[in-house]
């Protein structure tokens, strides 16, 4: 089973309509990201999460809200889709910083999402 | 701000050749990470290979090494021995020391050809 889990995989929706992404780990971190995957953009941040009472927007966050529920879980909303929202969305973990770590961030199997 | 570059969006290698991609970025910070992603048609990000920028010895991992020259802010990937899964989009990126937040360039598709 993956250590990062993303739902949905894939999602097809219509503009104006509310979505949510969900992401749940088994890896213990602290840590946890939303990326966003473009064709010849390669990745991007969209908000970022260091513990439960942490939330931080991410170089793209607008027209996005996270949710951090839990240590396990931080879900991405988008409140009304649009279709330039069309993207590969990953879900990503860490420990945190140092040698131990080596500053390493796990991924998600990404959701794949097209706002129609 | 940190930015990374990668000026091959596309390349391909002869299998059991070897095959170099290009990478460039820039910071200000004085320690930071870089790594190499692999993405192949599954989509899933892989970690193919991490350089700390302190540590002067190039990293290896098995047939990837990279060579890392930093005055140049250079990070280039090299895989020997190329094999057909192999092919995929590689990515570069940085991060900060204190802070794991990745910036990426843009992607190079690296096809292996049988």
């Known amino acids: 089973d993956a250590d990062v889990t993303q739902t949905p995989r894939n999602r097809i929706t219509k503009t104006g309509k509310r979505i949510m992404l969900e992401c749940s780990q088994t890896?213990?971190?602290?840590?946890m990201y939303w990326y966003r995957q473009d064709p010849g953009l390669g990745l991007r941040l969209i908000y970022y999460?260091?513990?439960?009472?942490?939330?931080n927007k991410g170089e793209i966050s607008d027209g996005y809200s996270v949710s951090r529920q839990a240590q396990a879980k931080f879900s991405l909303s988008l409140e009304s889709a649009i279709p330039n929202q069309t993207a590969l969305y990953f879900c990503?973990?860490?420990?945190?910083?140092?040698?131990?770590?080596?500053?390493?961030?796990?991924f998600g199997e990404g959701s794949w999402l097209t706002v129609v | 701000a940190q930015t990374v570059t990668q000026s091959q969006p596309e390349m391909s290698v002869q299998e059991a050749e070897t095959v170099t991609l290009s990478c460039t970025y820039d910071?200000?910070?004085?320690?930071?990470?870089l790594f190499w992603y692999k993405q192949p048609p599954s989509r899933q990000m892989i970690l193919v290979i991490r350089?700390?920028?302190?540590?002067?010895q190039n990293a290896t991992e098995n047939r990837f090494s990279v060579n890392f020259q930093k005055a140049a802010k250079s990070f280039s990937l090299k895989i020997s021995d190329s094999q057909l899964g192999d092919t995929a989009m590689y990515f570069c990126?940085?991060?900060?020391?204190?802070?794991?937040?990745?910036?990426f360039g843009a992607g190079t598709i690296l096809r292996v050809k049988s």
């Open positions: 990503a973990t860490s420990a945190g910083t140092g040698e131990a770590s080596g500053n390493t961030i796990y």
């Open positions: 890896k213990g971190h602290d840590r």
């Open positions: 999460s260091f513990d439960v009472k942490d939330i």
């Open positions: 910071t200000s910070e004085n320690n930071y990470y």
């Open positions: 350089q700390e920028a302190y540590k002067q």
């Open positions: 990126a940085t991060s900060r020391e204190y802070g794991n937040k990745l910036v």
